[in-house]
């Protein structure tokens, strides 16, 4: 049987009837990929290249500005959590608990670029990937026993490919649906594979604490903690109605399922169709003023809606949220007289929700998000009250996705939004740029 030199064309050169018609008929067969420690470990094969110290091998983390003492860890190393460094904490924090601590700055680009590459590697062997998050995938097995006729070993040989190619290491969990290889990714790190077949449920996952359920809350754990249920195994084996009453009809089901196994959400290799846009910024430095904030805001509004309307769509219902230094996080939403793809239409609603709900605290996030999307056809009236004016504004937008699309999105900014990188700092001024040009 011929393969490829990228591993998986074999199932689309397999043209024997009776070999197709097996291969279907064949029990799922799921492997979840995990990158450990995504953004250190991509921080610290950088670095190595450079000649400089593997954070992975130092109490390090990534976020914040070290000479500053500001922002959160996004991402620690294990000799960084054996000082009690915890991921989400200010890391000021994080150094009066490790002083030796090591902190780089989050690389927005970098990080892109190999989630791009060990992706690439994954999707060399399936013949069906999902992207979960920039450093999880699922790839669909399925059917391919004819070609990779020990699913171990070849979760082996994509772990080992990617730590040859690309320098950093990966958890690759193997069973027949999406929660349990997801589940058995998370066993024993870094750089393992792990299976958990339904068989093997009982020793591997059933004596785990019940917080480790995949999809379970600190709510809904402290409800299970007060009536008795420790493990997931005690969990698996109530009755359904019984934790439905604690935790309410849809979750209730759902998580008793996951407790026994169950799960029969397919791998989607193609994206649903958008059901809204947004984008968020995290800022290294506070957010404290109206003139901080606004600017940044219509600048969201204009990634968002570039967006948007590149899919030819119109939205009905705009959002703004923000999070303050506690973590708390704040939303304020409406819903529009008539649908827009007008950047400008977008940003007076959204200034309006943040004045209305920003109460003055200093602010770690912002973000902007549109829902309630129609198609482009949809006929269209103004906010302005002259019609005019919204016309020009419309074809300004149109304009400026033009010169964008043609030379790209950096070439042309708004005045008001020119020095907005003074304000927030060079890691949020990247991440609104990464925003911009996947618009």
Known sequence: MKLSQRGFPAVKELRNTELLREMNTMERLIFHVDVNSAFLSWEAVKRVKQGLAD?????????????????????????AKKYGVKTGEPVAMALRKCPELVCVPS????????????????????????????????????????????????????????????????????????????????????????????????????????????????SSEKKLLQAGIRTIGDLAHKDEKEIQSLLGEKAGRHL?????????????????????F????????????????????????????????REGKKCT???????????????????????????????????KLFRESWKGQPLRLLGVALTGLLEEEYQQFSLFENPKERERRKKMDEALDTIRRKFGSDKIKRASTMNISSRIGRKAKAQMENERERG
């Not at 399936?126 to 790839?139: G, H, K, Q, R």
Request: charged share 30%.
């Open 55 to 79: 954070l992975r091998e130092i109490p390090s983390c990534v976020g914040g500005d070290p000479r500053k003492r500001t922002g959160i860890v996004v991402a620690k190393s294990i000799p």
């Open 278 to 309: 947004s984008v968020e910024t995290t800022f290294e430095e506070d957010i404290v003023s109206e003139e901080q904030a606004l600017p940044i805001l219509l600048s969201q509004c204009d990634v968002v809606a570039a967006r948007m309307r």
């Open 107 to 218: 690389d927005f680009e970098l990080y892109d670029r190999c989630s791009r590459a060990f992706k690439e590697i994954c999707a060399s062997y399936a013949p069906a990937m999902e992207s979960f998050s920039i450093d999880e995938v699922f790839l669909d097995m399925s059917g391919t026993r004819l070609v990779y006729p020990d699913p171990v070993a070849t979760a082996h040989e994509i772990k080992d490919k990617i730590y040859k190619e690309l320098g950093f290491t990966v958890n690759i969990g193997i069973s027949v649906n999406k929660l349990l290889a997801k589940m058995a990714s998370d066993f024993e790190k870094p750089d393992r594979v792990h299976t958990l077949f339904p068989e093997e449920i009982p020793d591997k996952m059933w004596p785990l604490p019940v917080r480790e359920l995949l999809s379970l809350g600190a």
């Open 317 to 351: 219902c705009v959002a703004v949220s923000f999070r303050t230094l506690d973590f708390k996080n704040k939303s304020h939403q409406c819903t529009l007289s008539e649908p827009t793809d007008v950047t400008d239409e977008i940003y007076i609603n959204i200034r």
């Open 256 to 276: 008793h399922q996951y407790a026994n196994g169950i799960d029969d959400s397919p791998v989607k290799s193609q994206k649903e169709e958008a059901k809204g």
